[in-house]
């Protein structure tokens, strides 16, 4: 079992930055697809980055956020992280940290086998 903790969210005025954290437990990581979803109240739960490892680590970005979002991950503290910059109102939901074994389906919430609570971002205007 994989136990997953995400910290970092907050409440920022548009243009601010927040860098979200999610600690794993229970399982070594560092083969691990490591994803980000989001959800915004009254919508569904929403593909936002991944990190893969199939030989060396890729990362996938969704297109309306790759200009100002990064996912990485440190495979030592068992960590993947989301800094999220030039934040806007429409980023802001509940930031879900998840993790997989296999590298497919990434971008499909139904695929991940855990999942944290998740940690509320809010941005203002």
């Known amino acids: 079992q994989v136990q997953l903790v995400e910290s970092g969210g907050g409440s920022v005025q548009a243009g601010g930055s927040l860098r979200l954290s999610c600690a794993a437990s229970?399982?070594?990581?560092?083969?691990?697809?490591l994803a980000w979803f989001r959800q915004a109240p009254g919508k569904g739960r929403d593909f936002v980055a991944a990190?893969?490892?199939?030989?060396?680590?890729?990362?996938y970005i969704t297109d309306s956020v790759n200009d100002r979002f990064t996912i990485s991950r440190d495979n030592a503290e068992n960590t993947v992280y989301l800094e999220v910059n030039s934040l806007k109102p429409e980023d802001t939901a509940l930031y879900y940290c998840?993790?997989?074994?296999?590298?497919?389906?990434?971008?499909?919430?139904?695929?991940?086998?855990?999942w944290g609570q998740g940690t509320q971002v809010t941005v203002s205007s």
């Open positions: 990190s893969i490892w199939n030989g060396i680590v890729r990362t």
């Open positions: 229970g399982r070594t990581i560092s083969t691990y697809t």
């Open positions: 998840a993790a997989k074994t296999s590298n497919v389906e990434i971008y499909s919430s139904g695929s991940y086998a855990y």
